[in-house]
């Protein structure tokens, strides 16, 4: 498929923190791409570098073949951008505030209209069209942020956290659009909700240090693990002294931790699960817990945080 | 450039209370605790009246203040990271736009200060004018609210603190004040810089109009040139800082 987006080599500096570090990516034509890491790690300036609204220091960035720099009209009028901080203007009404944006694409007044109303139906602010934002709640705020990005219909859509202080209906909602209206669209999307991440993207990039640490669908990036799995033995008092050490020694057993009453680990192979049982067997277990891999657990493997 | 000005017009209409109190306090003050007082101590030469002189001080400051003090507010804006007018960058609208729809608008507004100012000060009888004259001061003062309104957008866009920006706008006030001959006549020992400040010699020019003398429009083109030098500057700035 065509790449919609392609950085190469992209650099961003802030006084003397690297941001981003000669980062490449291509983003697939009318697919979801998420983009997750930790706060700071520059998934926000990957967006406002492609909205426009920052400048790189080093490295191109391409929307449908068009470089960012050099055909900014043309790049920009394909773009919705909904930032992650709430930014609608406390001096204008809700419905002026997404007329005004509307208009500065060119939209007609008509079909801005249309839009809104339309819009405000679904995410039900419609009463609050002719209110002030300073009156919204954050949650509400943020849908009307989300129909501000896809008001003038873009081809592609670069939202920063769409969902973050928005109530669980909203949410699907959201993602229901995406779905529906999204369709033909290149959806790229920063998140810290990972089974939102699992759920509605194609292809997921875990960015760490101003770098692609990893890059794929989720199948893919799971499929790293090669049948990774966690488990857990809960125990009714505490968990028996050296168990760490003695389970340490076992071969394909990783990460052995304990957290208050429970002993986790991980491993590729069932069978050493059931030597660690062996072991405790004599313990007053209370409940056993296994699970595959899921991304927040290859995540958290990648910042170092937990399985390597 | 359109899209701009119908969103200040927007934010306009919500707070039309409060600038028509505006329009119409700034000259009453700077009348009361300007000109009034200073009327007891500046004696003219030739029985000119202080108060008819300082009008023109009245309707130069006014308007210049107002729309110097808009489009810093709107420039400011722009650099504010969580602002909407940040956000407007994202779209299809060049930063000539912007910054001619941010000019426009305070231009306008600093317009509206100037003809309530003159209104106010005609009816206080501090000024008596035809109609002619009026028009001409118009096309005397406009210039110097161009000028003035592109040097607070600079302000606005280079300045990212309120405090310092608040304090280089006092400093700037209190020099065009009390260096262009608006409210203290220069004439005695004035150094010979300032007399080749437009600002100076528009004033003059204005003073010239309301002692039915003569007066030359060539300051007026010095200051247009000077604006339009200005607002390149300030297109220049506005690359680096709308990315930064």
């Not at chain 2, 509206?112 to 028009?135: E, V, Y």
Request: with cysteine; charged share 20%.
């Amino acid at each position: 498929m065509e790449a919609s987006i392609t950085l190469k080599s992209l650099a961003k500096k802030k006084n003397n923190d690297i941001i981003l570090a000669d980062l490449s990516l291509g983003i697939e034509s009318k697919s979801n791409h998420a983009i997750v890491g930790q706060n700071g790690a520059g998934k926000s300036t990957i967006l406002k570098i492609l909205a426009g609204l920052i400048e790189k220091d080093a490295g191109t960035a391409y929307i449908n073949g068009k470089d960012i720099s050099t055909r900014q009209a043309e790049t920009k009028i394909v773009i919705g951008y909904m930032p992650q901080h709430i930014d609608l203007d406390n001096e204008m009404t809700i419905f002026e505030n997404l007329m005004i944006f509307g208009r500065l694409y060119g939209v007609s007044n008509e079909l801005l209209k249309n839009r809104i109303l339309k819009f405000s139906d679904i995410f039900d602010y419609k009463n609050q069209l002719l209110e002030y934002p300073k009156k919204l709640t954050p949650g509400i705020l943020r849908t009307i942020q989300f129909t501000r990005s896809i008001i003038h219909n873009p081809e592609i859509l670069l939202l920063d956290e769409p969902t973050s202080k928005m109530d669980p209906k909203n949410k699907i909602k959201v993602w229901e659009i995406l779905d529906t209206e999204g369709k033909d669209k290149t959806v790229l999307f920063t998140s810290q909700d990972f089974d939102e991440v699992e759920k509605f993207s194609d292809r997921i990039s875990i960015l760490h240090h101003g770098q692609i640490r990893m890059d794929g669908s989720l199948d893919k990036l799971v499929g790293v693990t090669k049948g990774l799995s966690k488990y857990q033995i809960r125990f009714k008092d505490s968990v028996p002294d050296g168990i760490i050490d003695s389970i340490g020694q076992m071969p394909k057993i990783l990460k052995p931790e304990i957290n208050g009453k429970i002993l986790e680990f991980y491993s590729n192979e069932r069978k050493f699960f059931f030597e660690v049982l062996k072991e405790v067997i004599m313990s007053d277990i209370s409940d056993i817990d296994m699970d595959f891999c899921k991304l927040i657990d290859l995540y958290l493997g990648l910042i170092g945080s937990k399985v390597e | 450039m359109n899209i701009i000005l119908q969103r200040e017009y927007l934010i306009f209409k919500h707070n039309i209370i409060f600038y028509l109190c505006l329009w119409t306090l700034i000259p009453m003050i700077i009348y009361l605790f300007i000109s009034f007082p200073f009327s007891f101590y500046i004696k003219l030469p030739n029985g000119i009246s202080y108060l008819n002189w300082s009008s023109v001080g009245n309707w130069v400051s006014a308007s210049s203040t107002l729309s110097f003090i808009i489009s810093m507010n709107i420039a400011s804006k722009y650099i504010d990271e969580n602002s909407y007018s940040r956000t407007m960058l994202c779209t299809p609208i060049s930063n000539k736009e912007h910054l001619l729809g941010g000019l426009i608008w305070s231009l306008i507004m600093g317009f509206i200060q100037l003809i309530f100012s003159l209104a106010i000060t005609l009816s206080f009888k501090s000024a008596n004018l035809f109609l002619l004259d009026i028009l001409l001061i118009i096309i005397y003062i406009i210039p110097i609210i161009i000028l003035i309104s592109n040097i607070g957008f600079l302000i606005g866009l280079s300045c990212k603190g309120g405090l310092i920006r608040i304090i280089i706008s006092l400093i700037f006030f209190l020099f065009i004040y009390f260096s262009s001959g608006l409210f203290v006549p220069l004439n005695n020992g004035l150094p010979y810089i300032f007399t080749l400040s437009p600002i100076y010699l528009s004033v003059q020019n204005i003073q010239a109009i309301m002692a039915n003398d003569s007066s030359m429009i060539s300051s007026s083109l010095i200051l247009v040139f000077i604006s339009i030098l200005f607002f390149i500057i300030n297109l220049v700035i506005s690359f680096k800082v709308f990315k930064s």
